[in-house]
């Protein structure tokens, strides 16, 4: 397979769509990571469900207030005018329909929108958690996740065969190959890796891809942790 885009690579694609001043909430795990790749000029609000609004950058080892940590468990900081709330407040922020953007991982994502990022198997994330009031509360709903699972099979689906977290939510996807708006129920390509071509991501991916118009190179900077 042609070389994909890293993690950090996609988690900086996806950032650069995010609008200055947008409330936003990042899934946890992987999609943590794109709020270290905010373009300059340009300074996103995040949430967290647990209950704090405009918080920073991870603090240094041994810096850590564990009193200070987002939903994930991770250690953050806070920036000037951050504001502490109860967990139920947090999530009628949500459901209130206050937040931009959500920007989740995924197991699967179909073509009509519909998105499973949890699972009952043994080893699977063991609960939807807040993700199922956040793709039905935010009023963009993003993915980002690799094309593919690790043994090759499509994560991009004509139907999802897990637990769904949200019926036709999703509106875009970031993927390690291609960025994909999900239109009608289709999915609709907007960029890919320059290297490979439309037959060869066609084959990696579940479903049909519609071509309207141009098909951008996808790309990020190297190096990117």
């Given at each position: 397979m042609t070389e994909k885009l890293s993690n950090?690579?996609?988690?900086?694609?996806a950032?650069?769509?995010?609008?200055?001043?947008?409330?936003?909430?990042?899934?946890?795990?992987?999609?943590?990571?794109?709020?270290?790749?905010q373009p300059?000029?340009?300074?996103?609000?995040?949430?967290?469900e647990n209950g704090i609004l405009n918080f920073g950058?991870?603090?240094?080892a041994g810096e850590e207030d564990w009193d200070l940590i987002n939903?994930?468990?991770?250690?953050?900081?806070?920036?000037?005018?951050?504001?502490?709330f109860h967990h139920a407040d947090s999530f009628a922020m949500v459901r209130g329909g206050h937040l931009d953007v959500a920007i989740l991982g995924a197991y699967e994502v179909a073509e009509n929108g519909d998105l499973a990022n949890w699972s009952t198997g043994p080893k699977g994330v063991p609960a939807v958690g807040g993700a199922m009031d956040l793709v039905h509360g935010a009023k963009r709903v993003a993915v980002i996740t690799?094309?593919?699972?690790?043994?090759?099979?499509?994560?991009?689906?004509?139907?999802?065969?897990l637990p769904l977290t949200?019926?036709?939510c999703v509106t875009r996807v970031y993927t390690s190959l291609a960025v994909i708006d999900i239109e009608n129920g289709r999915f609709v390509l907007r960029e890919k890796l320059a290297g490979m071509s439309l037959e060869q991501l066609q084959a990696l991916t579940g479903a049909e891809l519609l071509v309207q118009g141009e098909i951008r190179d996808l790309s990020a900077p190297e190096n990117l942790q």
């Open positions: 950090a690579q996609i988690a900086w694609r950032a650069q769509d995010i609008q200055d001043d947008s409330y936003v909430n990042l899934g946890i795990g992987f999609p943590e990571m794109v709020a270290k790749f300059p000029g340009r300074q996103a609000i995040f949430h967290t950058e991870s603090p240094a939903a994930g468990k991770k250690a953050v900081t806070l920036k000037p005018g951050a504001a502490f690799d094309h593919v699972t690790k043994d090759g099979r499509p994560k991009l689906v004509k139907r999802c065969s949200g019926v036709g």
